[in-house]
């Protein structure tokens, strides 16, 4: 069920938190063997979150828009009392003594657990976890995305009612895409950030998983919001993103820029992203080509910049503070040295050295000053395009779900199927990931809808027309 269903079977008194989060588990226990989304599973913990909203709701109450929903939450949201390892033996035994501001938002939840990921964030398969590898439920021989691709995963394999994901350059909309169910990023600054393990700050944004678009406004109505202890969240007031779900499209226009469907594009992606404009247009509407000169640059400037901001955050690492520490040190380099060594992994490690190199003297303006003003292009080619039309539609990633073991020996391919989705961080607009077909061996093919800051609600609606269309 959805989680927009589950609230109203509970709401008409047919359906039980316990009861539901009771199923959510049996789930969770029959398909974990083959899925292994799940870092951390919490049953005690959700089943009594479950009975005390049962308790509030024969009161009247509720805590929360998703008060008794179970859920599950991406392993780089700090939840209190329960581990927190970013995928990382770095924080193999870290228990996070304080909520994210997030969970605070979503109080009432029947928490499941806490989801797979690649270490830190950093990958667009989950096999960068140091614990486990993921599967695909829709096919388990393949990957289900990343980073988020525990949450996608859990989700798609009906293991959690919805999850939260976080998105720096796709880690949101590339599982969903992969998986088939719905990821929302929403505009940066619109969730806040207090309590989200930084990668890198000035793209890292929490948001949804959801089996359809209307769970995705129910999911960010609850999470959205302005909050002091994140300087980068805006002050501003939301009104219901689930507002325009429903309404026709009527006159919309949606931009198709033709180098989003150049080379490197699978085909059968390709032509269920085309089939879906087609849809669209079949709605009213308006399907107009244009460019986007800048995007070939911006999948570069993507990995100069997150790698420099992450060789940064991830400093405070040493072994000193929290976290992992080496034995058999003789003085402090060597702890320091030691402990990064052996916990920080193959990836994370390789993130942290091009960083570090992108900003050291006599390589800034070549790498990171160049990056930041490819970032500035992106930011005026979206504006250009955005001012002219209400969304853009573009594939969310070149192929659909690759089979496990294909791509991890490559990093630059790897890195590559990034490129549709990190311009979006770069310009910090809020983009949402839905299925749209799917391709030759069945597997589910992610259209991306982007729109303005702030145009979510827009983009839902959009969206809910999509979905509905490729459902049919
Ligand atoms: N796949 C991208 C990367 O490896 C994006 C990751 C993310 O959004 N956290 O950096």
Same mark, same amino acid.
Not at 302 to 312: F, K, L, M, N, T
Not at 416 to 429: E, F, R
Not at 460 to 466: C, E, N, T
């Given at each position: 069920?959805?989680?927009?269903?589950?609230?109203?079977?509970?709401?008409?008194?047919?359906?039980?938190?316990r009861?539901?989060?009771?199923?959510?588990?049996?789930a969770?226990?029959?398909?974990?063997?083959?899925?292994?989304?799940?870092?951390?599973?919490?049953?005690?913990?959700a089943?009594?979150?479950?009975? $005390?909203?049962?308790?509030?709701?024969?009161?009247?109450?509720?805590?929360?828009?998703?008060?008794?929903?179970?859920?599950?939450?991406?392993?780089?949201?700090?939840?209190?009392?329960?581990?927190?390892?970013? $995928?990382?033996?770095?924080?193999?035994?870290?228990?996070?003594?304080?909520?994210?501001?997030?969970?605070?938002?979503?109080?009432?939840i029947?928490?499941?657990?806490?989801?797979?990921?690649?270490?830190?964030?950093?990958?667009?398969?989950?096999?960068?976890?140091?614990y486990?590898?993921?599967?695909?439920?829709?096919?388990?021989?393949?990957?289900?995305?990343?980073?988020?691709?525990?949450?996608?995963?859990?989700?798609?394999?009906?293991?959690?009612?919805?999850?939260?994901?976080?998105?720096?350059?796709?880690?949101i909309?590339?599982?969903?895409?992969?998986?088939?169910?719905?990821?929302?990023?929403?505009?940066?600054?619109?969730?806040?950030?207090?309590?989200?393990?930084?990668?890198?700050?000035?793209?890292?944004?929490?948001?949804?998983?959801?089996?359809?678009?209307?769970?995705?406004?129910?999911?960010?109505?609850?999470?959205?919001?302005?909050?002091p202890?994140? $300087?980068?969240?805006?002050?501003?007031?939301?009104?219901?993103?689930g507002?325009?779900?429903?309404?026709?499209?009527?006159?919309?226009?949606?931009?198709?820029?033709?180098?989003y469907?150049?080379?490197?594009?699978?085909?059968?992606?390709?032509?269920?992203?085309?089939?879906?404009?087609?849809?669209?247009?079949?709605?009213?509407?308006?399907?107009?080509?244009?460019?986007?000169?800048?995007?070939e640059?911006?999948?570069?400037?993507?990995?100069?910049?997150?790698?420099a901001?992450?060789?940064?955050?991830?400093?405070?690492?040493?072994?000193?503070k929290?976290?992992?520490?080496?034995?058999g040190y003789?003085?402090?380099?060597?702890?320091?040295?030691?402990?990064?060594?052996?916990?920080?992994?193959r990836?994370?490690?390789?993130?942290?050295?091009?960083?570090?190199?992108?900003?050291?003297?006599?390589?800034?303006?070549?790498?990171?000053?160049?990056?930041?003003q490819?970032?500035?292009?992106?930011?005026?080619d979206?504006?250009?395009?955005?001012?002219?039309?209400?969304?853009?539609l573009?594939?969310?990633?070149?192929?659909?779900?690759?089979?496990?073991?294909?791509?991890?020996?490559?990093?630059?391919?790897?890195?590559?199927?990034?490129?549709?989705?990190?311009?979006v961080?770069?310009?910090?607009?809020?983009?949402?990931?839905?299925?749209?077909?799917?391709?030759g061996?069945?597997?589910?093919?992610?259209?991306?809808l982007?729109?303005?800051?702030?145009?979510?609600?827009?983009?839902?609606? $959009?969206?809910?027309?999509?979905?509905?269309?490729?459902?049919?």
């Amino acid at each position: 069920m959805t989680a927009t269903a589950l609230k109203a079977a509970m709401e008409a008194g047919e359906l039980s938190s316990r009861e539901a989060t009771e199923a959510y588990l049996t789930a969770i226990e029959e398909r974990e063997k083959d899925i292994r989304a799940y870092l951390t599973i919490t049953p005690k913990t959700a089943l009594a979150q479950a009975d $005390a909203a049962d308790k509030r709701r024969g009161r009247g109450e509720a805590l929360s828009p998703l008060d008794g929903i179970p859920g599950a939450i991406k392993d780089n949201i700090c939840t209190k009392n329960v581990r927190t390892t970013c $995928a990382s033996r770095m924080l193999e035994n870290f228990v996070p003594p304080y909520d994210a501001t997030v969970m605070g938002k979503l109080s009432g939840i029947a928490m499941l657990g806490k989801l797979n990921m690649d270490e830190f964030a950093m990958g667009s398969s989950t096999e960068n976890s140091f614990y486990q590898i993921t599967h695909n439920p829709r096919d388990l021989s393949r990957v289900p995305g990343g980073s988020s691709g525990g949450s996608a995963a859990a989700v798609a394999a009906g293991e959690a009612a919805f999850a939260l994901g976080s998105d720096t350059g796709g880690s949101i909309r590339q599982p969903a895409a992969f998986c088939g169910v719905v990821g929302l990023k929403p505009t940066y600054g619109v969730v806040s950030r207090f309590g989200l393990i930084a990668f890198a700050s000035s793209l890292d944004q929490i948001g949804t998983l959801t089996r359809d678009v209307r769970d995705g406004a129910l999911l960010l109505n609850a999470i959205a919001g302005h909050d002091p202890k994140d $300087a980068t969240s805006v002050k501003r007031e939301y009104s219901d993103f689930g507002a325009q779900i429903g309404r026709e499209i009527r006159g919309m226009r949606v931009a198709l820029p033709k180098e989003y469907f150049g080379e490197g594009l699978h085909p059968e992606v390709k032509e269920a992203v085309l089939a879906a404009a087609k849809k669209l247009e079949g709605q009213g509407a308006e399907i107009v080509e244009t460019s986007m000169p800048s995007l070939e640059h911006a999948l570069a400037a993507y990995y100069v910049i997150s790698c420099a901001e992450a060789s940064s955050n991830l400093a405070r690492f040493d072994g000193v503070k929290y976290g992992f520490r080496a034995e058999g040190y003789e003085n402090i380099n060597e702890l320091y040295d030691k402990s990064r060594s052996e916990g920080f992994g193959r990836e994370v490690k390789r993130r942290i050295l091009l960083g570090s190199f992108v900003l050291s003297a006599g390589y800034y303006d070549a790498y990171y000053k160049k990056a930041m003003q490819v970032r500035t292009l992106v930011k005026r080619d979206f504006d250009r395009i955005l001012s002219e039309n209400d969304l853009i539609l573009s594939p969310v990633a070149p192929t659909a779900a690759y089979k496990i073991g294909e791509k991890i020996d490559d990093p630059l391919t790897m890195y590559m199927g990034d490129a549709y989705t990190v311009p979006v961080n770069i310009a910090g607009l809020p983009a949402v990931s839905l299925p749209c077909g799917t391709d030759g061996a069945g597997l589910p093919v992610g259209a991306q809808l982007i729109g303005k800051p702030f145009s979510e609600a827009e983009i839902l609606r $959009a969206a809910y027309v999509l979905e509905k269309e490729a459902a049919i």
